[in-house]
C-alpha cells in the first residue's frame, strides 16, 4: 500500500511537465495576409518590403515573425591568446538556429516586454527564446555569452531583427482592428521558403495564428550565373577567367597604346 | 540607386563603391607590381562580402589588372619573361608544400595564431628593411655603388658559385638558375600559409636577392601574380564555388583602368621612390593588423575564411 502511494507524486510531476500552458483548443486562426507571396532576386535586388495585414480582435495585439528554416553553422570564435592579442581561437559549432528570424510587434507587446520579460520565453518568441533553443558546441566558453555574441552578429548581418511597436493599427469595425506590418527582408536572405506567422496575444498568452509560406527566388542574371556557377563549375572558373584577361586587353587597347614604347 | 545583386556572394553592393575599390588597387597594383589581395580582401569583408567569396572573386579581379598591368610593362621593357617563368615554377611547387604545411599545422591546433605573427613579422621586417635602405639611397645619391658591393660581396660570391649559370638579359644580370627556382618555391610557401597571392614578399625577393631593378621587378611580378591568380580562379569556381563573377567583373573594370594610371605612375618614379612607397604601404598594413590583434573586437565571433 505505502509504495502505491509514493507513486502518486511522481505522476502528478510527469502530468505537470507534460501539460502544456498554451491554450491549444481555443486557438483561432487569424484572418492575415501577406504581399508579394515570393520575392524574386534580380540584377538590381536591394533587399525589399514584405506587407503583411490582416484582423485581429480589438483588444488583443499582434506579432509578426518571417522565420527561416533551422540552420547549422560554424563559426570561429575571438579569444586573447597570451593574454594579449585577439584572435581567432577555435571553432563554435551552432545548431538550431533559424537563418532568418525578423520579428514585428504592436506597440502593446513592447509594455508586456518591460513588465515580463519571461513572458516572450513562455509564449515562444523573441531572441531570449533563440537563445535557449540554441545548441551551442565550444571548448572553453560560456554559453550565455555566445549566445548572445550570435544574436549580435545575425543582427550585424540584418538577418536577425527586432521592432517593437512597429506594427500599425487601422481602424476598428465591431470588435475587430486591422493591422499592418511593413517587413523589411534584407538584402543578405538566403533562396529557399519561408515562413510568415502571425500571432494574436491576449494578456500575454497567444489566442490565434496563422502561418504562410514565402519564396524567395532568383530570376533573370543572378539565377543564370548561380545555375552556371554550381552545376557547370569549371566552365564557370574559364569564362571567369577569359572574360578578366579580355577585360585587361580592352583596357590596354584603349588606354595604353602609344604611350608606353621604349625600354626603361 | 547603383545597386547590383550579387549572387554567390548573396548580397546586394554599391556599384560605385566597388568601382572605386577596384580602381584604387589597381593604380596600387601598377605601380608596385603587387596583386594587392592583401589590401582588397578585408575592404570587401568589411562590406558584407563573405570571407572565403571575397577572396576568391578578388583573384578572379587580380586576373585582369594584372594582364592589364603586365601588358603596360611588357611594352616598356619591363617584363623578365625568363626569371618570371622560373619563379613561377618555384611558385607552384612552393604553394603545393605550403598547402601541406597548413594542414600538419591546423592538426596542431594555434595555426590561425601562429599564420597572424608570421604575417606581422613579415610585413614589419621586410616593411621596415626596404624603408630604412631606400630611405639612406635617396640620401647619399653619390655613394650608393661603393658602399653596396663591399657589403655583399660574401653573398654574390656565394651565388656565383651555384651551377647553371645564365644571363637573364632584361633585367641585365647572370644568376644560377637555381636562385629563382629556389627562392620561388620560399615565397610559394609563404603564400601558402599566409593565403595571399605573395606579390609582397616576392617583389623584395626580387630586389634585394635576386639584385633585379626595380621597375623589371614590378613587370615581372605583375606577369607571375597573373598566372597564379589564373589558378587560383578555377580552382576555387571548380571546387568551393566563391568566385562572384559580377563582383569580380565590377572590381575589374576599376582596377584594369587603374593598373594603367598605375603603370605610367610607376615609369615616372625612380626606384628609390618607389621602394619607400611601397615600404610605407606595407608598414601600413602592418600597423593596422597588429591593431586588428589588440584591440577588443565589436562581435566575439566571425565568419570562416579569408586571410
Given at each position: ?95 538550431n ?11 502593446g ?30 571548448v572553453?566558453a ?15 548581418q ?19 482592428k ?35 509560406q ?29 572574360i ?5 586587353l ?5 588606354f ?9 | ?9 548573396g ?14 588597387v ?7 607590381g ?16 563573405p ?34 617563368i ?23 591546433g ?30 647619399k ?26 644571363d ?121 593588423m ?5 584591440l ?9 575564411g579569408?586571410?
Open positions: 500500500m505505502i509504495r502505491n502511494r509514493i507513486w502518486i507524486p511522481i505522476v502528478i510531476m510527469i502530468a505537470s511537465f507534460m501539460w502544456h500552458p498554451q491554450p491549444v483548443n481555443s486557438m483561432v486562426s487569424v484572418k492575415a495576409k501577406h504581399e508579394p507571396n515570393l520575392i524574386a532576386i534580380g540584377t538590381f535586388f536591394n533587399g525589399t518590403q514584405l506587407t503583411v495585414s490582416g484582423k485581429v480582435t480589438t483588444e488583443n495585439e499582434v506579432v509578426v515573425i518571417v522565420k527561416g528554416k533551422q540552420e547549422e553553422l560554424t563559426l570561429k570564435k575571438k579569444g586573447k591568446a597570451m593574454g594579449l592579442l585577439w584572435m581567432n581561437l577555435g571553432d563554435v559549432h551552432f545548431k538556429v533559424p537563418n532568418l528570424y525578423i520579428l514585428y510587434s504592436s506597440k507587446m513592447m509594455e508586456l516586454a518591460a513588465s515580463d520579460a519571461k513572458a516572450w520565453e513562455q509564449l515562444g518568441i523573441g531572441f531570449e527564446y533563440l537563445k535557449k533553443q540554441m545548441e551551442i558546441e565550444a572553453q560560456k554559453r550565455n555569452d555566445l549566445a548572445q555574441e550570435f544574436l549580435k552578429l545575425k543582427q550585424h540584418g538577418l536577425y531583427a527586432y521592432h517593437p511597436g512597429e506594427i500599425s493599427i487601422g481602424e476598428k469595425s465591431g470588435t475587430e486591422s493591422f499592418k506590418a511593413l517587413v523589411w527582408i534584407p538584402p543578405r536572405i538566403s533562396l529557399g521558403e519561408y515562413q510568415v506567422q502571425v500571432m494574436e496575444i491576449h494578456n500575454g498568452m497567444i489566442v490565434g495564428t496563422s502561418m504562410d514565402l519564396k524567395v527566388e532568383e530570376q533573370g542574371i543572378p539565377a543564370m550565373i548561380s545555375s552556371l556557377a554550381f552545376n557547370h563549375s569549371l566552365l564557370y572558373g574559364f569564362l571567369a577567367v577569359l578578366a584577361i579580355a577585360a585587361g580592352v583596357m590596354d587597347f584603349f595604353g597604346t602609344g604611350k608606353g614604347g621604349g625600354a626603361h | 540607386m547603383f545597386h547590383l545583386y550579387l549572387p554567390i556572394a548580397n546586394s553592393v554599391n556599384i560605385l563603391l566597388i568601382f572605386g575599390l577596384g580602381g584604387l589597381g593604380i596600387l597594383s601598377g605601380i608596385f603587387v596583386g594587392g589581395g592583401f589590401l582588397m580582401t578585408p575592404l570587401l569583408i568589411m562590406i558584407g562580402i570571407p572565403t567569396i571575397a577572396a576568391a572573386s578578388d583573384s578572379n579581379q587580380i586576373v585582369g589588372a594584372s594582364t592589364s598591368g603586365t601588358l603596360a610593362h611588357y611594352k616598356m621593357g619591363n617584363v623578365d619573361f625568363k626569371m618570371g622560373l619563379l613561377l615554377i618555384g611558385g607552384v611547387i612552393g604553394g603545393t608544400l605550403g598547402v601541406q604545411v597548413i594542414k600538419v599545422l591546423r592538426q596542431m594555434n595555426a590561425d595564431f601562429l599564420i597572424k605573427i608570421t604575417y606581422v613579422l613579415m610585413l614589419g621586417f621586410v616593411g621596415s628593411y626596404m624603408f630604412i635602405e631606400s630611405l639612406q639611397a635617396l640620401k645619391k653619390e655613394t650608393p655603388a661603393i658602399a653596396a658591393p663591399q657589403k655583399q660581396s660574401k653573398y654574390a660570391k656565394l651565388i656565383g658559385k651555384l651551377p647553371w649559370q645564365t637573364f638579359e632584361k633585367s641585365g644580370i647572370r644568376l644560377s638558375m637555381l636562385m629563382p627556382l629556389v627562392l620561388g618555391t620560399f615565397v610559394g610557401i609563404l603564400a601558402a600559409i599566409m593565403g595571399v597571392g605573395g606579390g609582397f614578399i616576392m617583389v623584395p625577393v626580387m630586389v634585394y636577392l635576386l639584385r633585379m631593378p626595380m621597375h623589371v621587378v614590378v613587370g615581372t611580378s605583375l606577369f607571375q601574380i597573373l598566372f597564379t591568380c589564373v589558378n587560383v580562379t578555377i580552382m576555387q569556381s571548380y571546387s568551393n564555388h566563391t568566385v562572384d563573377f559580377i563582383l569580380a567583373l565590377i572590381l575589374l573594370l576599376g582596377s584594369t583602368l587603374g593598373a594603367q594610371f598605375g603603370a605610367k605612375i610607376s615609369k615616372k618614379l625612380k626606384g628609390d621612390q618607389l621602394k619607400i612607397l611601397l615600404a610605407s604601404l606595407v608598414l601600413i598594413v602592418m600597423v593596422k597588429l591593431l586588428d590583434l589588440l577588443t573586437p565589436h562581435i566575439m565571433l566571425a565568419l570562416k579569408g586571410h
